[in-house]
């Protein structure tokens, strides 16, 4: 059995190709489920908003490759984009001719009867011809699209004698086409630029000497030198040199980050006037850039609750359009038999109205150009559903540490005794922490740098893990540590019940007899914080808390000032997923920041659960609903007004299209809707919603004030 199952997942294989000439979004679905009908395909999905067909299968893929072809599209290179407008150059040029031989046509026509019908019939041809070979197909698949739509009216017209309103109708539907596929394939660029923003050549360096080779050659471990002004090719530790390092590509900052050696650098962004040795992490395809492209990619696929409905809906009103179409002309010649020609003219009018292609882009193009705008700005959103979700909820609690503070200690206050001063108090600890690697080491010697104190050196050191250290700095030896560790070196501890610590934690320094100072030491606040708060609250969060596992007293010190709900201490993660619920069932839509890590059952269990800080966290970036790439609260506000113009956007975008269809629905009844009319009503429908989505792409609310 076991064998079995080893060969059948050999057999199943996984491929991504990339469509080209893909421009309606209701084409693409239906060309997925013909490909997901095919017997050797056991699963396949089609992303408009980048073009790529996802798909898994056993055996050959020639029949998915001539199901492709006979669909009107083909296919182009995952890697490169120098194809990718070949298929759009193709139908402008046959519009153009298409154009041409109308103009013709009525240039000749009171010259010659007969050369003006042959130019129609050019125009109707070069015009009309990709469109009857996919309606073609589209019907021997037993599926009704824009083709078959456009190939029954155009045949009818010609039938009718309408040769005029045929090769109008065929040139129209062939600059749409064309102008659609262009629009199309410009948007995908917009999504392809966020992989483009990596080189594909890297400088390695092997036995002292640099050689320039494809990123895709290089290996975990190997070096790397970045010159300055180059984008930097992959993901890696700095050896040597230092540099400011433009990481707008991964966190949506735009101001320079100071980086030296031991600072992670990520792939795609921008060296500035240093030069950099780096030791590579992983491979190319292991790099943040490569994990957010392809994050962004999936979440094409995610249907957002919008556009579930909107496919719903299309299911049953081309239908119904049809069925409608096929009343108006049997009714009519029921009613008035002997002019059959209007009948059958309003109802070939009537079916290109059917075509729901703006209806069924109004929700996906917006969402794309969200999804794409947010990853730009550092905020990775995993689908459509989420980035809805975004715009619903009603209340936010937060974690403590990393989230509300920097999650980086600092000294907030000095205490002396005896004949010490602080200076001396800081001098003295900070001459013991040089040797020392516990966590709060890094904090005291930056706060004696800060003071521009020298240190000293320091003789028989020791450290006790946990506790604290122990040296001789000049002449006398000193202990520095716990209040529990200087009492159990037997130091006089009285003077201890003088500090009053509350939220911060001290580090006491003494001699081997009696307490010398304390330095008081605690989290501190993002800067931002109160201002993202005011601003949340302006927004209509109706509640803000905090969730930590944080003594009762530090959590309530944080949160003074910052005009926080509800503030809920020493709490264990399962006890934080039990107050995410709470919060659910009181206010509504709930979104936890946290993590990732730590506060994953809370993530999981919020409506909408984001992760802080992801660059160069992989479990942040798989487990959070949304990742915000970079430490920066302000991109919270951000992602709700995102979201709430979002929403805006798809009812504009819904509202559009459905009214300018009814409008064409009822100017057929009094005869008032010609061929050409509806051809421009759909394609004006179809192209107002793709632009008004597309201005997403370009929202910016980081200049709005607080």
Same mark, same amino acid.
């Given at each position: 059995?076991?064998?079995?199952?080893?060969?059948?997942?050999?057999?199943?294989?996984?491929?991504?190709?990339?469509?080209?000439? #893909?421009?309606?979004?209701?084409? @693409?679905?239906?060309?997925? =489920?013909?490909?997901?009908?095919?017997?050797?395909?056991?699963?396949?999905?089609?992303?408009?908003?980048?073009? !790529?067909?996802?798909?898994?299968?056993?055996?050959?893929?020639?029949?998915?490759?001539?199901?492709?072809?006979?669909?009107?599209?083909? +296919?182009?290179?995952?890697?490169?984009?120098?194809?990718?407008?070949? +298929?759009?150059?193709?139908?402008?040029?046959?519009?153009?001719?298409?154009?041409?031989?109308?103009?013709?046509?009525?240039?000749?026509?009171?010259?010659?009867?007969? %050369?003006?019908?042959?130019? +129609?019939?050019?125009?109707?041809?070069?015009?009309?011809?990709?469109?009857?070979?996919?309606?073609?197909?589209?019907?021997?698949?037993?599926?009704?699209?824009?083709?078959?739509?456009?190939?029954?009216?155009?045949?009818?017209?010609?039938?009718?004698?309408?040769?005029?309103?045929?090769?109008?109708?065929?040139?129209?539907? &062939?600059?749409?086409?064309?102008?659609?596929?262009?629009?199309?394939?410009?948007?995908?660029?917009?999504?392809?630029?966020?992989?483009?923003?990596?080189?594909?050549?890297?400088?390695?360096?092997?036995?002292?000497?640099?050689?320039?080779?494809?990123?895709?050659?290089?290996?975990?471990? =190997?070096?790397?030198?970045?010159?300055?002004?180059?984008?930097?090719?992959?993901?890696?530790?700095?050896?040597?040199?230092?540099?400011?390092?433009?990481?707008?590509? *991964?966190?949506?900052?735009?101001?320079?980050?100071?980086?030296?050696?031991?600072?992670?650098? $990520?792939?795609?962004?921008?060296?500035?006037?240093?030069?950099?040795?780096?030791?590579?992490?992983?491979?190319?395809?292991?790099?943040?850039?490569?994990?957010?492209?392809?994050?962004?990619?999936?979440?094409?696929?995610?249907?957002?609750?919008?556009?579930?409905?909107?496919?719903?809906?299309?299911?049953?009103?081309?239908? @119904?359009?049809?069925?409608?179409?096929?009343?108006?002309?049997?009714?009519?010649?029921?009613?008035? &038999?002997?002019?059959?020609?209007?009948?059958?003219?309003?109802? #070939?009018?009537?079916?290109?109205?059917?075509?729901?292609?703006?209806?069924?882009?109004?929700?996906?193009?917006?969402?794309?150009?969200? +999804?794409?705008?947010?990853?730009?700005?550092?905020?990775?959103?995993?689908?459509?559903? $989420?980035?809805?979700?975004?715009? #619903?909820?009603?209340?936010?609690?937060?974690?403590?540490?990393?989230?509300?503070?920097?999650?980086?200690?600092?000294?907030?206050?000095?205490? /002396?005794?005896?004949?010490?001063?602080?200076?001396?108090?800081?001098?003295?600890?900070?001459?013991?922490?040089? $040797?020392?690697?516990?966590?709060?080491?890094?904090?005291?010697?930056?706060? &004696?740098?800060?003071?521009?104190?020298?240190?000293?050196?320091?003789?028989?050191?020791?450290?006790?893990?946990?506790?604290?250290?122990?040296?001789?700095?000049?002449?006398?030896?000193?202990?520095?540590?716990?209040? @529990?560790?200087?009492?159990?070196?037997?130091?006089?501890?009285?003077?201890?019940?003088?500090?009053?610590?509350?939220?911060?934690?001290?580090?006491?320094?003494?001699?081997?007899?009696?307490?010398?100072?304390?330095?008081?030491?605690?989290?501190?606040?993002?800067?931002?914080?109160?201002?993202?708060?005011?601003?949340?609250?302006?927004?209509?969060?109706?509640?803000?808390?905090?969730?930590?596992?944080?003594?009762?007293?530090?959590?309530?010190?944080?949160?003074?000032?910052?005009?926080?709900?509800?503030?809920?201490?020493?709490?264990?993660?399962?006890? !934080?997923?039990?107050?995410?619920?709470?919060?659910?069932? @009181?206010?509504?839509?709930?979104?936890?920041?946290?993590?990732?890590?730590?506060?994953?059952?809370?993530? /999981?269990?919020?409506?909408?659960?984001?992760?802080?800080?992801?660059?160069?966290?992989?479990?942040?970036?798989?487990?959070?609903?949304?990742?915000?790439?970079?430490? =920066? %609260?302000?991109?919270?506000?951000? %992602?709700?007004?995102?979201?709430?113009?979002?929403?805006?956007?798809?009812?504009?975008? *819904?509202?559009?299209?459905?009214?300018?269809?009814?409008?064409?629905?009822?100017?057929?009844?009094?005869?008032?809707?010609? %061929?050409? #009319?509806?051809?421009?009503?759909?394609?004006?429908?179809?192209?107002?919603?793709? /632009?008004?989505?597309?201005?997403?792409?370009?929202?910016?609310?980081?200049?709005?004030?607080?």
């Amino acid at each position: 059995m076991a064998a079995n199952s080893e060969a059948t997942a050999q057999r199943r294989q996984g491929k991504t190709l990339l469509l080209e000439g #893909l421009d309606c979004p209701d084409c @693409a679905k239906k060309l997925e =489920e013909r490909i997901r009908g095919l017997e050797n395909v056991s699963e396949a999905a089609i992303s408009f908003a980048t073009g !790529k067909l996802y798909i898994f299968f056993h055996g050959s893929l020639d029949g998915v490759y001539e199901t492709i072809t006979a669909s009107g599209y083909r +296919l182009a290179t995952i890697d490169g984009d120098s194809e990718k407008w070949t +298929l759009a150059k193709t139908r402008v040029i046959y519009a153009i001719i298409s154009a041409a031989a109308l103009a013709a046509a009525l240039l000749l026509s009171r010259v010659s009867g007969t %050369l003006s019908g042959v130019f +129609l019939f050019i125009a109707v041809a070069v015009g009309g011809h990709a469109t009857f070979r996919r309606g073609f197909n589209a019907l021997k698949s037993r599926t009704f699209d824009i083709n078959v739509l456009m190939t029954v009216a155009v045949a009818g017209a010609l039938i009718i004698g309408e040769w005029w309103e045929a090769a109008t109708v065929a040139f129209l539907f &062939a600059a749409s086409n064309a102008l659609e596929t262009y629009t199309a394939e410009k948007n995908r660029r917009s999504i392809s630029a966020l992989m483009n923003a990596a080189p594909q050549l890297a400088h390695r360096l092997r036995e002292g000497a640099v050689e320039t080779v494809s990123v895709d050659e290089v290996l975990a471990e =190997e070096e790397i030198v970045i010159r300055p002004g180059e984008r930097i090719p992959l993901d890696g530790t700095i050896l040597s040199g230092s540099s400011f390092v433009t990481e707008a590509a *991964i966190t949506g900052e735009s101001l320079p980050v100071a980086k030296q050696e031991g600072s992670t650098v $990520y792939a795609g962004t921008l060296n500035g006037s240093g030069s950099l040795r780096v030791s590579v992490k992983g491979t190319a395809a292991d790099t943040t850039l490569a994990r957010i492209v392809r994050l962004v990619e999936e979440a094409q696929l995610r249907r957002a609750p919008f556009q579930q409905f909107i496919d719903r809906f299309a299911r049953v009103y081309t239908p @119904a359009v049809i069925g409608l179409a096929g009343a108006i002309i049997f009714g009519g010649l029921l009613i008035d &038999a002997g002019d059959w020609h209007t009948w059958i003219y309003r109802g #070939l009018a009537l079916l290109i109205v059917a075509c729901p292609c703006a209806l069924v882009v109004s929700t996906p193009v917006s969402i794309a150009a969200a +999804l794409t705008n947010a990853a730009r700005h550092g905020v990775l959103i995993k689908g459509g559903a $989420y980035l809805e979700q975004a715009g #619903l909820v009603r209340a936010m609690v937060f974690d403590k540490t990393g989230t509300l503070t920097t999650g980086r200690p600092a000294v907030v206050r000095v205490e /002396a005794f005896e004949d010490f001063g602080k200076d001396d108090v800081v001098r003295a600890a900070a001459s013991l922490e040089a $040797y020392s690697e516990h966590l709060l080491a890094e904090t005291v010697r930056a706060y &004696a740098v800060e003071l521009g104190l020298q240190l000293l050196p320091v003789d028989s050191f020791h450290a006790y893990p946990g506790k604290g250290v122990s040296g001789t700095v000049g002449n006398s030896a000193y202990f520095l540590g716990t209040e @529990a560790f200087l009492a159990e070196k037997g130091v006089d501890m009285a003077r201890a019940r003088e500090i009053s610590a509350g939220s911060e934690t001290a580090l006491y320094l003494a001699s081997k007899e009696n307490i010398l100072g304390a330095l008081l030491v605690r989290d501190t606040l993002r800067a931002e914080i109160s201002l993202v708060l005011r601003r949340l609250r302006k927004m209509g969060i109706i509640r803000l808390s905090v969730l930590t596992g944080d003594r009762k007293g530090v959590a309530e010190a944080m949160a003074y000032g910052l005009e926080l709900d509800d503030v809920f201490a020493e709490l264990l993660p399962e006890e !934080k997923e039990a107050m995410v619920q709470n919060f659910r069932q @009181a206010y509504g839509k709930v979104a936890m920041v946290g993590d990732g890590i730590n506060d994953a059952p809370a993530l /999981a269990s919020a409506d909408l659960g984001i992760a802080m800080g992801g660059a160069g966290n992989p479990t942040a970036m798989e487990t959070a609903d949304v990742t915000l790439m970079g430490d =920066e %609260l302000e991109k919270i506000p951000f %992602l709700l007004e995102l979201s709430r113009r979002t929403i805006s956007v798809i009812r504009q975008n *819904i509202a559009l299209s459905l009214l300018i269809k009814g409008l064409a629905i009822l100017l057929v009844f009094p005869g008032w809707l010609t %061929l050409w #009319l509806a051809i421009v009503a759909d394609m004006g429908a179809s192209l107002l919603v793709t /632009a008004n989505g597309m201005r997403l792409l370009y929202f910016n609310d980081t200049d709005k004030p607080n």
